[in-house]
């Protein structure tokens, strides 16, 4: 819905979807909300609500014995444009098998998604307060963990495509390693 239509659900729970011959089908859209035509303000705390909804689902599943991703993942899937549509399936297979792998989410994850839940997250690089930092914190190498807009504002996609490329000192160097 985020993707294609760019809608955050609005009463998105276990009673609001159905699992059918293999088939998932997310029903009672009626309070879903258009992220383009709304203010930052109203859209950040769409967001947010997203964010609960998927707390309150992904409960719901722990309960019943699930694996399930955490919040950062989840949220990292829905809005990660750069995952085409017939990617979906060995994204989402290549992400289970992580869940699998490390079972319970851990305190430490908890207290991250947490934060995550309360951090601000700006839609667009318009939103950012200082893009060229992001930038060179991106490129630099440095720990981008706490950076959860590169994702939504395209940055986690443009800045591989625009790595400078390594002088010819650095390529010295490396032909001797």
């Known amino acids: ?20 011959e293999g088939h998932l089908y997310i029903i009672d859209v009626s ?24 707390l309150h689902t992904e409960d719901f599943f722990k309960k019943h014995g699930a694996a399930v991703m955490t919040i950062r ?12 549509d017939d990617a979906v399936e060995s994204y989402l297979d ?28 700006p ?3 318009d939103d950012v307060k ?7 914190r991106l490129t630099s190498g440095e720990d981008t963990g706490d950076m959860y807009h590169k994702t939504i504002t395209g940055l986690k996609e443009a800045l591989p495509q625009c790595q400078p490329a390594p002088s010819e000192k650095e390529q010295q160097q490396d032909a001797k390693n």
Do not use: C
């Open 130 to 136: 200082n893009a060229e930092w992001d930038v060179i």
């Open 73 to 84: 993942e989840l949220f990292h899937f829905i809005v990660d444009p750069t995952i085409a």
């Open 31 to 54: 309070q879903a909300v258009d992220l383009d035509h709304l203010m930052p303000l109203i859209s950040y705390v769409k967001i947010v609500s997203m964010y609960r909804q998927v």
């Open 123 to 125: 839609k667009t690089l």
């Open 1 to 20: 819905m985020y993707q294609k239509s760019k809608l955050v659900h609005g009463d998105l729970s276990e009673y609001n979807t159905l699992y059918f």
């Open 94 to 121: 290549m992400l289970q098998q992580k869940v699998t792998a490390r079972g319970d989410i851990s305190a430490e994850e908890e207290i991250a998604d947490s934060v995550f839940v309360q951090s601000y997250i």
